[in-house]
């Protein structure tokens, strides 16, 4: 099955500074690698996706990168704002499922 | 277009009881999943029913358990309950792999 680790598990910056954050996964056939960002009692909200057939995409304050070489993808948050405080999760399928293996999350504190 | 809906939102139970909680996916999504996200920790995959049947389940044990209704509404059933099984419980569906969203949760305390 597919083993997804992440890290940091908490990364603290200031207010405008570039956050980065990495998943590496076990499954080379993997090819849909989502991003969800949780805030504090609230459900997780799918912020961005990339899949296998390109290496980067990004979407205004966020991108999000892949290697599948080295079967890692990380999530780069600039300019951060203090709503961007929150719990991120990268995820990744099962082989030959849908079902979803979440990273174990990283808790980003952006400071004013 | 309403989101995944679960029900209830609060449950609090004694130890060895029964609970049971719903889920209804987004129009048109055929696949809902079960997630169980303990205080402070991660999301570790329960169940995944699909066109009403179960496609994949998680390293849980047996008293787990769920069905998917012929609407794709889904219910989790959780048997002989233990202190450990207080957790958030979350539901999400999707169309295929893509597009995953999830539901509010239903919190449950086992006393």
């Known amino acids: 099955g597919e083993n997804v680790e992440q890290h940091p598990s908490t990364l603290s910056v200031q207010e405008g500074d570039s956050a980065v954050i990495k998943c590496t996964y076990s499954?080379?056939?993997?090819?849909?690698f989502p991003w969800y960002k949780q805030e504090l009692g609230k459900r997780p909200q799918l912020i961005i996706d990339?899949?296998?057939?390109?290496g980067e995409k990004k979407d205004q304050r966020i991108a999000v990168t892949l290697n599948k070489t080295a079967k890692h993808f990380s999530l780069h948050i600039t300019e951060t704002q203090p709503e961007d405080s929150a719990v991120y999760f990268c995820?990744?399928?099962?082989?030959?499922?849908?079902?979803?293996?979440f990273g174990t999350g990283t808790r980003l504190t952006v400071i004013p | 277009e309403a989101g995944v809906t679960q029900s209830p939102t609060h449950l609090i139970k004694t130890r060895g009881q029964q609970a049971t909680l719903r889920c209804s996916p987004i129009?048109?999504?055929?696949?809902v999943y079960w997630y169980q996200q303990a205080l402070g920790l991660g999301l570790q995959f329960l169940l995944w029913?699909?066109?009403?049947?179960?496609?994949n389940r998680g390293n849980f044990p047996p008293r787990f358990s769920g069905r998917q209704f012929p609407n794709y509404s889904s219910e989790l059933n959780v048997n002989a309950l233990e202190l450990e099984d207080s957790a958030l419980y979350l539901c999400?569906?999707?169309?295929?792999?893509?597009?995953?969203?999830f539901g509010a949760g239903t919190r449950l305390s086992v006393l």
């Open positions: 990339i899949r296998s057939n390109v």
């Open positions: 029913y699909d066109e009403g049947e179960e496609r």
């Open positions: 499954d080379s056939a993997s090819n849909y």
């Open positions: 995820a990744a399928p099962q082989t030959g499922a849908n079902n979803l293996f």
């Open positions: 129009s048109g999504h055929t696949s």
């Open positions: 999400a569906s999707s169309f295929g792999l893509l597009d995953w969203y």
